[in-house]
């Protein structure tokens, strides 16, 4: 009799795992909030010792009612082509705060941008970067 009673106790634990599995992933694929990221050139055409300005923006917005107030990455380029970007060669749009690692180390070429008042949730332009 006892060994009938663990096998309905699996069987009823087993179930309740699928359950919450099954919940996990409902509210996995529920909070699939999506961006896009923008980049916007200036000009498209350039010669020799001309500056390009690109600015960095998202659009899309996809994020619930919070919006998104944060948005990280890394700008890689030709260093052949372009001379190295510095903090000064980024301006912080839109009351966004954007921060630039020019070190010369694993992290170069990353930034933070983050708006503190509130979430965006429209398209917007973030910082821009002169080449």
Not at 99 to 112: H, I, Q, V
């Amino acid at each position: 009799m006892e060994r009938k009673n663990i096998k309905v106790l699996k069987k009823i634990l087993v179930i309740i795992l699928i359950a919450v599995l099954l919940t996990s992933i409902a509210n996995i694929v529920k909070a699939a909030n999506t961006f896009k990221a923008t980049l916007t050139a200036n000009t498209t055409t350039l010669k020799a010792g001309e500056e390009v300005t690109v600015t960095i923006g998202v659009s899309d917005i996809n994020m619930g009612t919070s919006g998104i107030n944060t948005l990280e990455g890394k700008i890689n380029y030709d260093t052949n082509v372009f001379e190295a970007i510095t903090s000064s060669s980024k301006q912080s749009l839109n009351n966004w705060t954007t921060t630039y690692n020019d070190e010369n180390s694993s992290l170069n070429g990353k930034f933070l941008a983050v708006n503190l008042s509130s979430g965006t949730q429209e398209s917007t332009q973030i910082f821009s970067v002169k080449f």
